[in-house]
C-alpha cells in the first residue's frame, strides 16, 4: 500500500479549469485568497496567509483553504485555539489526474508549502513525512478495541467535524476510548455509534438481531449532544451496484466538510472474510472522464485504525494516510481496492457521513421538549409524497403539475425514540401559494395511538388536499403532534415543508433536466461556456441561470457548486419555477 508521501512526491500543477472548480466546491474562508507566486514567495510570506494559491507563470499549483467554520476539528492535533482545519487541491504534472485532501492542519499545510517551493525554485524532491492526521489507533495489548474499527471510525470524524470538541473532548483518543469503555468489545456500525454519541441509544438492544454490542451502561451514558438529532447531521448510504453514483456523492460531501467512513467487505487470500470501517480523506480522480463515469475515480485516501496498532499505547502511533487504488467492476457496479500488507481485497460497501458542527445547524429550542430520546418519544415526518391521484404505498411522487392539477398526498412518519409514542396523533397538512395564502388545508386526527420506532407509518386519502390549482408555486407544509399534547423528546423536527409547480416547470439549476440538481450540471455549464460539446436542449439556459441575468456562465456553475458544498447563496436552487 502506498504512503501519502509516494503520492505527495508528484502533486505540483493544478490546471485552470480544476482551479475554478475548487474555488466555488470549498467553504467559506476567514479571509480574501491570496495569489502569490512560487518563485518568489518564501515559507515566511505564508505564515499569517490562511487561504492563498501558489502559482507559476500565471498558472496555480496549489490550492490552499482554512476552513474556520468547525470548531475544534482539528484539536486532536493542534492547540484548541486552532480550530477549523485546511484543504488542499493539486494536479499530478504531465497527468491528468487531480487531488483533494481535506483534514489537514496547519502543520501538513507548511511542510507540503516547503516542499512545493524547494522542488520549484532548487529542483529539490518532496520528502515529506509525519504528517499527523486525524487518525486514532487499536493497541497492540488491549484486546477490547481489536473488533471496534468502527468506533475508531466514529471517533474519527467526530473529531473532525467539530462535534467531539462540542462534547467536551480534548482528542480523537478520548473520544475512541470512550466508546471502548461504553460499549461491548465487538463489531459495530459506526452510523450508530454516532447515534449514541448524540442520542445516548442503544441499537443492540432495540435490534437484537443486527449483532451489534449493547451499550455497557444503557441509559446512562452517550447524549453529549443535547441540543441536537443525530439524523439532523448523519447519513449513511449503501453501495450496491451504483458506486460511481456513491464516489461523486462523496467527493461532494467532502467538499462540503463533512466527515466521511467507509464500511468495507474483506475478502482474504486464505478464503476467509470480514468487515472493517476506515475513514476517507479524499480522492485521486482523472479530470479526462466526467464524474458520472467509472474511470474518474482513480485513487481513495484513508486512515486505518489497524495500520500502527503494534504501539502498547494509541497515542504513541503515528498517523499515516494512505491512498490505494480504486478498481470498478462493472458486473457488480462496485470498487475495491487491495490492501497488501493483510493480502485482502477490500470492496466499498457502505458509508456513513456527518455534517460539521456550524451555528446553522438546526436545533432544539424549546423548554418543553425533553432531549432524551431514551425516555420519551420524538415523532417526525420523514416526507409527504405528492401525486394528481389517489397516493398509493410505493408511489414517488411528483414535483411538478399540470395546471388544473387536484393534489392528493400521502404522508410519512415514523418515531425516531426508544420510548414507544403513545396518545393522541394528530397532523396538520397545508398547501400554500407563493403569497401565503391557504389553498388546501386539513388536519388529520388520529385517535389515541402507539408506534414504536420499528414503525414507519403512512397515511394517504382518496380526497385532494387541493384542487384545480392555477399555475404558480405552491408549499406544502406539515406538522405532527402540533399542540405538543404528547411530551416529545424535540419538537424543531416535527414539521416538515416542500415546494411543488404547477404549470410548465422546471428544477432551478438542473441543466440537464434529470430532475435533481448535481455537480454533472456543473460539468455541463463549464463545458458550455468554453465552447466544448453539450448535449443540452434549449431550454438548459434558463434552467442554468441562478442569478437571472440572462446567461449561463461560469458565475452560475459555482453558486451551484456552493449549493451542493451547503453554503449559502442569495438565490434558490433544488426549488421549482415556471418557464416564463
Given at each position: 500500500?502506498?504512503?501519502?508521501?509516494?503520492?505527495?512526491?508528484?502533486?505540483?500543477?493544478?490546471?485552470?479549469?480544476?482551479?475554478?472548480?475548487?474555488?466555488?466546491?470549498?467553504?467559506?474562508?476567514?479571509?480574501?485568497?491570496?495569489?502569490?507566486?512560487?518563485?518568489?514567495?518564501?515559507?515566511?510570506?505564508?505564515?499569517?496567509?490562511?487561504?492563498?494559491?501558489?502559482?507559476?507563470?500565471?498558472?496555480?499549483?496549489?490550492?490552499?483553504?482554512?476552513?474556520?467554520?468547525?470548531?475544534?476539528?482539528?484539536?486532536?492535533?493542534?492547540?484548541?485555539?486552532?480550530?477549523?482545519?485546511?484543504?488542499?487541491?493539486?494536479?499530478?504534472?504531465?497527468?491528468?489526474?487531480?487531488?483533494?485532501?481535506?483534514?489537514?492542519?496547519?502543520?501538513?499545510?507548511?511542510?507540503?508549502?516547503?516542499?512545493?517551493?524547494a522542488?520549484?525554485?532548487?529542483?529539490?524532491?518532496?520528502?515529506?513525512?509525519?504528517?499527523?492526521?486525524?487518525?486514532?489507533?487499536?493497541?497492540?495489548?488491549?484486546?477490547?478495541?481489536d473488533?471496534?474499527?468502527?468506533?475508531?471510525?466514529?471517533?474519527?470524524?467526530?473529531?473532525?467535524?467539530?462535534?467531539?470538541?462540542?462534547?467536551?473532548?480534548e482528542?480523537?483518543?478520548?473520544?475512541?476510548?470512550?466508546?471502548?469503555?461504553?460499549?461491548?468489545?465487538?463489531?459495530?456500525?459506526?452510523?450508530?455509534?454516532?447515534?449514541?454519541?448524540?442520542?445516548?441509544?442503544?441499537?443492540?438492544?432495540?435490534?437484537?438481531?443486527?449483532?451489534?454490542?449493547r451499550?455497557?451502561?444503557?441509559?446512562?451514558?452517550?447524549a453529549?449532544?443535547?441540543?441536537?438529532?443525530?439524523?439532523?447531521?448523519?447519513?449513511s448510504?449503501?453501495?450496491?451496484?451504483?458506486?460511481?453514483?456513491m464516489?461523486?456523492?462523496?467527493l461532494?460531501?467532502?467538499?462540503?466538510?463533512?466527515?466521511?467512513?467507509?464500511?468495507?467487505?474483506?475478502?482474504?487470500?486464505?478464503?476467509?472474510?470480514?468487515?472493517?470501517?476506515?475513514?476517507c480523506?479524499?480522492?485521486?480522480?482523472?479530470?479526462?472522464?466526467?464524474?458520472?463515469?467509472?474511470?474518474?475515480?482513480?485513487?481513495?485516501?484513508?486512515?486505518?485504525s489497524?495500520?500502527?496498532?503494534?504501539?502498547?499505547?494509541?497515542?504513541?502511533?503515528?498517523?499515516?494516510?494512505?491512498?490505494?487504488?480504486?478498481?470498478?467492476?462493472?458486473?457488480?457496479?462496485?470498487?475495491?481496492?487491495?490492501?497488501?500488507?493483510?493480502?485482502?481485497?477490500?470492496?466499498?460497501?457502505?458509508?456513513?457521513?456527518?455534517?460539521?458542527?456550524?451555528?446553522?445547524?438546526?436545533?432544539?429550542?424549546?423548554?418543553?421538549?425533553?432531549?432524551?430520546?431514551?425516555?420519551?418519544?420524538?415523532?417526525?415526518?420523514?416526507?409527504?409524497?405528492?401525486s394528481?391521484?389517489?397516493?398509493?404505498?410505493?408511489?414517488?411522487?411528483?414535483?411538478?403539475?399540470?395546471?388544473?392539477?387536484?393534489?392528493?398526498?400521502?404522508?410519512?412518519?415514523?418515531?425516531?425514540?426508544?420510548?414507544?409514542?403513545?396518545?393522541?396523533?394528530?397532523?396538520?397538512?397545508?398547501?400554500?401559494?407563493?403569497?401565503?395564502?391557504?389553498?388546501?388545508?386539513?388536519?388529520?386526527?388520529?385517535?389515541?395511538?402507539?408506534?414504536?420506532?420499528?414503525?414507519?407509518?403512512?397515511?394517504?386519502?382518496?380526497?385532494?388536499?387541493?384542487?384545480?390549482?392555477?399555475?404558480?408555486?405552491?408549499?406544502?407544509?406539515?406538522?405532527?403532534?402540533?399542540?405538543?399534547?404528547?411530551?416529545?423528546?424535540?419538537?424543531?423536527?416535527?414539521?416538515?415543508?416542500?415546494?411543488?409547480?404547477?404549470?410548465?416547470?422546471?428544477?432551478?439549476?438542473?441543466?440537464?433536466?434529470?430532475?435533481?440538481?448535481?455537480?454533472?450540471?456543473?460539468?455541463?455549464?463549464?463545458?458550455?461556456?468554453?465552447?466544448?460539446?453539450?448535449?443540452?436542449?434549449?431550454?438548459?439556459?434558463?434552467?442554468?441561470?441562478?442569478?437571472?441575468?440572462?446567461?449561463?456562465?461560469?458565475?452560475?456553475?459555482?453558486?451551484?457548486?456552493?449549493?451542493?458544498?451547503?453554503?449559502?447563496?442569495?438565490?434558490?436552487?433544488?426549488?421549482?419555477?415556471?418557464?416564463?
Amino acid at each position: 500500500m502506498k504512503k501519502l508521501t509516494a503520492l505527495l512526491s508528484v502533486l505540483i500543477v493544478i490546471c485552470l479549469l480544476c482551479s475554478t472548480v475548487v474555488f466555488a466546491q470549498t467553504a467559506e474562508t476567514e479571509s480574501e485568497t491570496a495569489v502569490l507566486d512560487v518563485d518568489s514567495v518564501v515559507l515566511s510570506d505564508l505564515a499569517a496567509r490562511d487561504s492563498y494559491v501558489l502559482t507559476d507563470e500565471n498558472v496555480p499549483v496549489m490550492v490552499v483553504e482554512h476552513h474556520t467554520e468547525v470548531m475544534g476539528a482539528t484539536a486532536a492535533l493542534n492547540s484548541a485555539a486552532d480550530n477549523g482545519y485546511y484543504t488542499a487541491e493539486f494536479c499530478i504534472p504531465g497527468a491528468t489526474k487531480k487531488v483533494f485532501l481535506t483534514g489537514l492542519t496547519r502543520d501538513n499545510v507548511a511542510e507540503i508549502e516547503a516542499a512545493i517551493i524547494a522542488s520549484y525554485a532548487e529542483g529539490e524532491d518532496f520528502d515529506l513525512t509525519d504528517l499527523g492526521f486525524i487518525d486514532t489507533e487499536k493497541t497492540s495489548t488491549e484486546d477490547a478495541d481489536d473488533d471496534m474499527c468502527w468506533a475508531a471510525a466514529a471517533s474519527n470524524i467526530l473529531a473532525y467535524t467539530g462535534w467531539g470538541a462540542l462534547g467536551g473532548f480534548e482528542n480523537v483518543d478520548d473520544i475512541f476510548e470512550l466508546f471502548i469503555n461504553e460499549f461491548e468489545a465487538d463489531g459495530g456500525s459506526t452510523y450508530y455509534g454516532v447515534e449514541w454519541f448524540f442520542d445516548g441509544m442503544d441499537e443492540g438492544a432495540l435490534f437484537p438481531e443486527s449483532g451489534f454490542p449493547r451499550v455497557v451502561n444503557y441509559p446512562d451514558s452517550g447524549a453529549f449532544i443535547a441540543d441536537y438529532t443525530f439524523d439532523t447531521v448523519t447519513q449513511s448510504y449503501k453501495f450496491d451496484s451504483d458506486g460511481v453514483t456513491m464516489l461523486c456523492e462523496l467527493l461532494r460531501q467532502l467538499k462540503s466538510g463533512r466527515g466521511v467512513e467507509l464500511g468495507l467487505n474483506l475478502y482474504y487470500s486464505d478464503g476467509e472474510s470480514g468487515g472493517h470501517a476506515v475513514t476517507c480523506w479524499g480522492f485521486v480522480t482523472d479530470t479526462r472522464y466526467g464524474v458520472d463515469d467509472a474511470a474518474y475515480y482513480d485513487s481513495v485516501f484513508i486512515t486505518d485504525s489497524d495500520s500502527d496498532k503494534n504501539f502498547e499505547e494509541r497515542r504513541d502511533a503515528p498517523d499515516v494516510m494512505d491512498m490505494d487504488a480504486l478498481t470498478f467492476n462493472p458486473e457488480t457496479g462496485r470498487y475495491s481496492f487491495e490492501i497488501i500488507e493483510d493480502y485482502c481485497t477490500a470492496f466499498l460497501d457502505n458509508a456513513v457521513t456527518l455534517k460539521p458542527y456550524s451555528d446553522d445547524v438546526p436545533k432544539e429550542t424549546s423548554s418543553a421538549a425533553t432531549r432524551n430520546r431514551t425516555t420519551h418519544p420524538d415523532a417526525l415526518i420523514d416526507n409527504v409524497i405528492l401525486s394528481t391521484s389517489a397516493v398509493t404505498e410505493d408511489d414517488t411522487g411528483m414535483s411538478t403539475f399540470p395546471t388544473g392539477s387536484d393534489i392528493y398526498y400521502n404522508v410519512k412518519f415514523r418515531n425516531s425514540s426508544d420510548k414507544s409514542y403513545n396518545g393522541n396523533l394528530t397532523i396538520n397538512l397545508k398547501i400554500t401559494n407563493s403569497q401565503g395564502i391557504a389553498v388546501g388545508s386539513i388536519r388529520l386526527p388520529f385517535g389515541n395511538q402507539q408506534f414504536t420506532r420499528k414503525s414507519i407509518l403512512s397515511f394517504a386519502d382518496n380526497e385532494p388536499l387541493a384542487e384545480n390549482l392555477a399555475a404558480g408555486i405552491y408549499t406544502i407544509t406539515a406538522e405532527i403532534n402540533p399542540e405538543h399534547t404528547v411530551a416529545e423528546a424535540y419538537y424543531f423536527n416535527n414539521t416538515f415543508t416542500s415546494t411543488f409547480a404547477v404549470g410548465n416547470a422546471y428544477i432551478i439549476g438542473d441543466v440537464d433536466d434529470d430532475q435533481s440538481v448535481s455537480t454533472i450540471d456543473v460539468t455541463l455549464i463549464l463545458r458550455k461556456t468554453v465552447k466544448r460539446p453539450v448535449d443540452l436542449d434549449e431550454s438548459a439556459d434558463i434552467r442554468g441561470d441562478i442569478n437571472d441575468d440572462g446567461y449561463m456562465n461560469v458565475i452560475d456553475a459555482t453558486y451551484i457548486q456552493r449549493h451542493l458544498a451547503e453554503i449559502n447563496i442569495p438565490y434558490q436552487i433544488e426549488c421549482a419555477a415556471l418557464y416564463s
